[in-house]
């Protein structure tokens, strides 16, 4: 029995490890499971061309995002200066016409003043009342000027938007529901209620029972 010639025994192929893919996770070999037990993490393997490149991009992102921080910041900062002129252009012109209004009513004072220097013992009724009647159409066209109008509904309709009901008084020599007497004038402000009418509404007549 002869001994087999070692050199002819059948021996397997070597094999070849494969190149790892720049992309591909590396995972641990089979027989080493000591390495998931240290706890070493896997990561993603790029080039140094690659890596270059991310972190150029990084950094475009970041001065990018830098820029618009300083166009937020330049931006609020200007409807913070915008939202401080316009408050003060509002204080202003409301101070502004307050002063038109008051040198608008100085013509009225003046009148009145004049009315009572010129009064004496003997009053003539008649100058006295074309004095006062004056004095009221300087009053009436400095208030219309600045929107104000009167309400005066004698004879109108009620209407409980301007008017306000003090009594009703039965009367046939009126349509009910109308004005029949204003006990106080109203005044509208540019449309706006600043007065209501206090007036007296007419009511039906009852009839007698039969």
Do not use: C
């Not at 608008?104 to 009148?111: Q, W």
């Not at 009620?158 to 008017?163: A, L, R, S, V």
Request: proline share 8%.
């Amino acid at each position: 029995m002869t001994q087999a010639d070692p050199t002819l025994e059948s021996r397997d192929p070597p094999e070849t490890a494969a190149a790892p893919h720049p992309f591909a996770e590396t995972t641990p070999a089979p027989e080493a499971p000591a390495a998931a037990a240290t706890g070493e993490e896997t990561g993603i393997l790029i080039s140094r061309e690659e890596f270059d490149a991310l972190r150029q991009d990084l950094d475009q992102a970041l001065a990018k995002a830098d820029e618009h921080w300083k166009l937020y910041l330049a931006a609020h900062a200007e409807m913070e200066n915008l939202r401080k002129r316009t408050e003060r252009e509002v204080q202003n012109a409301h101070k502004f016409a307050l002063e038109r209004f008051f040198g608008e009513l100085l013509p009225v004072r003046d009148s009145l003043e004049m009315g009572l220097a010129a009064a004496s013992d003997e009053v003539d009724l008649a100058k006295l009342r074309e004095g006062v009647e004056l004095t009221l159409k300087q009053l009436a066209a400095a208030m219309e000027k600045f929107g104000a109008r009167e309400v005066n509904p004698l004879g109108a309709k009620f209407n409980p938007n301007e008017h306000e009901a003090m009594a009703t008084l039965p009367t046939d020599q009126a349509e009910p529901n109308t004005v029949v007497q204003v006990a106080q004038k109203g005044y509208v402000l540019n449309d706006r209620l600043i007065r209501p009418a206090k007036v007296l509404v007419a009511q039906a007549v009852p009839q007698p029972a039969a």
